[in-house]
């Protein structure tokens, strides 16, 4: 990261602390603020910067990670063979153990030396959870739990928007619009999850081409680290077409839902932070 965009988002973190802090200082539980932004958007950078600038501020805080709650591979080659050959991709709704995190959010209020709360890591170069043995594990109640993730906070389609295809994943491999009318009814088991939410924050991209940019620049480093699953140009544009749908969907429908909206240009400058 460069020195501009490392001071923009200590900025942005100080920013977005000050707005909520007398919430969460009032709060009798851990104060769950969820940081919703696609793909490349930088939200797993600014929730660590909000961590370690709200622990400076006495606050106890953890980050939970949406992608992290992934099924494993062989779980999502389970449901490619059960319902819908597409779902052996990772990150769409119904790709995420939804239960584990939500016994995870019951129990982190509780968390200390003798009942510590562990939660899982997703290994994306190798597209499967780490061994639960190296799973982290919390020893304290937070004051500040931020649950960043892609999809956060977006509600289903309406049902006649699934007719048309988006893309030529969808027209060639979901001709007849089984996968996707199945993720949209996913989409509603998330929904008791996104009203646990204290407050939602989103990082709105300036449109889904940027996105992909966006999301294809973290691929490539990546690759130049070789890690064994990455993916190069052409694995890439199929990838994000999983998500090219719900991600124009993210972009129309949450700024809306948010009660802050962090706008960006092109090269990821904030342009604008409004408060709902």
């Given at each position: 990261m460069n020195i501009d965009a490392s001071t923009q988002n200590s900025?942005?973190?100080e920013h977005l602390l000050d707005q909520y802090a007398g919430r969460i200082a009032r709060a009798r539980r851990p104060y769950l603020l969820g940081l919703s932004g696609l793909q490349g958007s930088g939200k797993s950078t600014l929730a660590r910067e909000m961590k370690a600038q709200a622990e400076a501020r006495g606050w106890p805080t953890e980050v939970l990670s949406l992608d992290d709650f992934y099924y494993s591979r062989s779980e999502r080659e389970a449901l490619a063979h059960q319902i819908h050959p597409l779902l052996k991709t990772r990150g769409v709704p119904g790709t995420h153990e939804i239960e584990l995190l939500m016994s995870v959010l019951a129990a982190l209020p509780h968390a200390s030396e003798k009942l510590p709360v562990s939660y899982p890591r997703f290994d994306k170069g190798r597209d499967t959870r780490v061994?639960?043995?190296?799973?982290?594990?919390?020893?304290?109640?937070?004051?500040?739990?931020?649950?960043e993730g892609w999809a956060l906070g977006i509600r289903p389609q309406l049902q006649a928007a699934l007719d048309i295809p988006v893309n030529a994943l969808e027209r060639e491999e979901?001709?007849?619009?089984?996968?996707?009318?199945?993720?949209?009814k996913q989409l509603r088991g998330y929904q008791p999850l996104w009203r646990k939410l204290d407050a939602l924050i989103v990082l709105q991209a300036p449109s889904w081409d940027i996105v992909r940019q966006w999301r294809s620049q973290q691929e490539e480093e990546l690759l130049a680290?070789?890690?064994?699953?990455?993916?190069?140009?052409?694995?890439?544009?199929?990838?994000?077409?999983?998500?090219?749908r719900l991600s124009r969907h993210a972009l129309k429908s949450l700024p809306a839902l948010a009660d802050s909206t962090v706008e960006y240009d092109t090269q990821r400058h904030v342009t604008g932070v409004t408060h709902n």
């Open positions: 900025a942005l973190a061994p639960p043995s190296r799973w982290p594990k919390v020893t304290r109640a937070p004051k500040l739990i931020v649950l979901d001709p007849e619009g089984i996968w996707r009318h199945w993720v949209n680290r070789h890690a064994p699953l990455a993916m190069d140009a052409k694995a890439m544009v199929r990838f994000l077409a999983h998500y090219e």
